[in-house]
């Protein structure tokens, strides 16, 4: 069963969230832990899709796409973390870009500051991916992706805005935000891209994070304006301290 089935605030377009250990990966119990959302963005007349993030059962998602009768035209990725696109991580193996290139090859859409994360964690060549700046867009059928550049949990983190609803990844959580201690990292960063970038979108934004670690799977841009700490803090010399 699909957590959510947004519209996207625009007829036809639609955000798919997926869970693993649920939706697929259900025998990983790893994946359970780590409870990455994988989602599938796309235009619902011509049901083309892009996949965001896809790690941790290659199989198992493109089974959802097709069951769904949609067709698989590329790749979003926020970050490099092997935990969102596949690699080793703690001991683990986790099956993502590698493998959907060696099952069903797509572009695989990455900013331009990730860019070396992502091909050595996965193993990807150059010509797999697409580098992207923010500010740039993509056309998915009638669906429009815009890129936000958002780093601080990673040099090249990217969001992405499709109609009213924003894909985050490990850049803002409901009630949280990404780790900046981890290589790459950078406090400053992140909280620019917090208040200057997501925190300027409008209140009824549907926000979609990276991992099922609220209550619920779906807020919006108000709610966390409101009730996310991490968004409420006023200064950056405050910040700095939190974070320290």
Known sequence: MLVSDDKAGKMGVFVKQLLAGRDFAQADPFAGQMANFVYLVGDDETRECMVVDPAWDIQGILNVIDGQGLKLTGALVTHYHPDHIGGDIVGHSIAGLAELQALRPVNVYVNELEADGVKLVTGLSESDLVKVQGGDHLSIGSASVAFLHTP???????CFLIGESLVSGDTLFIGGCGRVDLPGGNSEQLYYSLTQILGKLPDTTQLYPGH?????????????????????????????????
């Open 152 to 158: 601080g949990h990673t040099p090249g983190s990217q």
């Open 212 to 244: 099922n670690y609220a209550a619920y799977p779906v807020g919006t841009i108000g709610r966390e304006r409101l009730e996310n700490f991490y968004m409420r803090i006023g200064s950056l010399v405050e910040w700095q301290g939190l974070m320290k």
